[in-house]
């Protein structure tokens, strides 16, 4: 398939230039340049052109022009309201391409989702992980395929005993697998970020990789624990457990280890132990 060459560095300007405006920093906006990346993203959607993708912030269009022609059905969750007239009169001519000019962190999927759906998008980075929070809640969506801060994907896939092991590397696990699929450098981007970049695939489990008894629990000890992390685990969950040596000796785990040591099965071990002694 032959590179979109709209999505060059000069075709971007051209194209901001034509709305009378630039990328609004408020909204994080950083367009893709580079018509090889476009469609390195797309294909690690590896779609089969029978799919419904939904596409966050498309912008400029750089991926949505490549999406478009290989999956069923097509629809781009825009906010910035430039964008979205323009992706209308850009897609007017195809009739299984949507746009719904909306904010993706209070859109209602039943909006958007009629089945089986794969997310795919360049994601501003200043909600980037709130956008992945809210999708990963969304059992309609199979994957996702998102750009993201190469620091934040870093923290999606860390391992226990890493310094970038935290909150958000637990609780992205527990509902998924993460893979890095690309690396991209600032230099991809009008305007280029301050940082470099990462694509990563996320495929939700089918089956949890643990067993939790109260995943609200859950979720209240590992804030408790890595809410001091660089104390002992018997320090850090004073706030949450009225003996934490207990219930730790309880759950086979050392009182003295600090919590970015601990695996996922170790952390669901010590909340369901903690859940059953209330």
Aim: hydrophobic letters at 40%.
């Amino acid at each position: 398939m032959s590179q979109d060459r709209s999505s060059t560095p000069f075709a971007v300007r051209r194209r901001l230039g034509s709305l009378g405006r630039g990328a609004r920093k408020a909204l994080g906006q950083h367009f893709l340049n580079s018509p090889a990346i476009a469609s390195r993203i797309v294909a690690a959607a590896r779609l089969t052109g029978d799919e419904h993708v939904i596409e966050i912030g498309p912008g400029l269009g750089a991926l949505s022009l490549i999406a478009a022609e290989q999956c069923r059905q097509l629809t781009l969750i825009e906010l910035d309201r430039d964008f979205a007239e323009q992706l209308r009169q850009q897609f007017a001519d195809r009739p299984h391409v949507t746009v719904c000019e909306a904010d993706i962190l209070s859109l209602p999927f039943d909006r958007v989702l009629t089945g089986e759906t794969i997310a795919i998008g360049n994601l501003p980075y200043n909600i980037g992980t709130a956008i992945l929070a809210r999708l990963l809640d969304e059992p309609r969506i199979r994957r996702i395929v998102a750009m993201v801060q190469l620091e934040v994907a870093q923290r999606l896939m860390a391992k226990p005993g890493s310094k970038n092991y935290g909150l958000l590397s637990v609780f992205t696990q527990l509902s998924a697998r993460v893979d890095l699929a690309i690396k991209v450098r600032p230099g991809a981007f009008v305007p280029p970020p301050n940082v470099d970049s990462a694509v990563v695939v996320i495929e939700p489990h089918g089956r949890p990789p643990v067993e939790i008894d109260d995943h609200q629990h859950f979720r209240e000890i590992v804030r408790a624990a890595f809410g001091q992390r660089r104390k002992q685990l018997a320090n850090s969950l004073k706030a949450a457990v009225p003996d934490p040596i207990g219930l730790l000796r309880q759950a086979e785990i050392d009182p003295t280890r600090r919590p970015e040591t601990l695996t996922l099965a170790e952390l669901a071990r010590l909340s369901n132990q903690s859940s059953r002694r209330n």
